[in-house]
């Protein structure tokens, strides 16, 4: 009994310095390294966070290794694991997570583990959306530009309107389908043939549209600051478009 509750005692030490760790940054030195000594844990100097999806089963905890801080209860169970997730480290969290979706976030500093857990989280709610595909374990690494796209959908809605002005005197469906095509040529380069094989039409019906998306955007296409303002625009609507197509 005195063991168990020492081990309870233990993990109720590892719990509180995993959120002392996520509270950062600045990290409370002194606190953190009080915690390390009563625990028996070291401060790694990188960390990878995992963001796992509730409920977690009870079994997850008894297969991971003793020095991966957990807090498996709800809403938001998560961990860490001390330094990157090498090879060994992913077969333990396999098979102890035995099939429990989860998604690692990138290793970082401990101070930057606030950061690593929040985009790990959020890669979970768009594989909930439906735009990044799901799967047992997926990588945060894997996404980076997809997170980048979608991290403020607020502010691309008002990039979108500025960026896409032009455009905003057309009917629905031309404007559409200018959007597209505009969107395969600026993230492609590609030409004109190439362009109508990607979007199911005739290399000239391609050169029309580009005609008519030079005459409406003049020299604002040629500008290098607009012309990226316009793909990562085109980008994040096209992966909302595709969520939502779905």
């Excluded at 009080?34 to 977690?56: F, K």
């Excluded at 583990?113 to 595909?133: E, F, K, N, T």
């Excluded at 019906?205 to 500008?223: I, W």
Aim: charged share 25%; hydrophobic share 45%.
């Amino acid at each position: 009994m005195v063991q168990g509750r020492a081990m309870s005692d233990t993990a109720a030490l590892r719990r509180q310095l995993l959120h002392l760790v996520l509270a950062g940054p600045p990290l409370p030195r002194t606190t953190i390294a009080e915690l390390c000594r009563e625990s028996s844990w070291e401060l790694p100097s990188e960390c990878t966070m995992v963001a796992l999806r509730a409920p977690v089963a009870e079994l997850v905890q008894a297969g991971l290794d003793r020095d991966v801080l957990a807090d498996l209860s709800l809403p938001q169970p998560h961990l860490l694991i001390p330094g990157p997730l090498t090879a060994e480290r992913l077969a333990m969290l396999e098979a102890a997570l035995a099939g429990t979706p989860a998604v690692v976030g990138l290793t970082v500093p401990p101070p930057q583990a606030a950061h690593s857990i929040r985009w790990a989280r959020r890669v979970l709610q768009l594989i909930d959306d439906g735009v990044v595909p799901d799967a047992p374990l997926v990588r945060c690494e894997e996404h980076l530009t997809t997170l980048w796209l979608l991290s403020d959908p607020a502010l691309v809605h008002h990039l979108a309107a500025r960026e896409l002005a032009p455009l905003d005197g057309l009917s629905g469906s031309r404007r559409d389908r200018l959007i597209e095509t505009l969107r395969v040529h600026v993230s492609t380069r590609a030409p004109a043939e190439q362009v109508g094989e990607m979007l199911g039409v005739h290399a000239q019906t391609v050169r029309y549209r580009l005609r008519n998306l030079d005459n409406h955007f003049g020299d604002r296409l040629l500008d290098p600051d607009h012309r990226f303002a316009l793909e990562a625009v085109l980008r994040s609507l096209h992966l909302r478009e595709g969520k939502r197509k779905d």
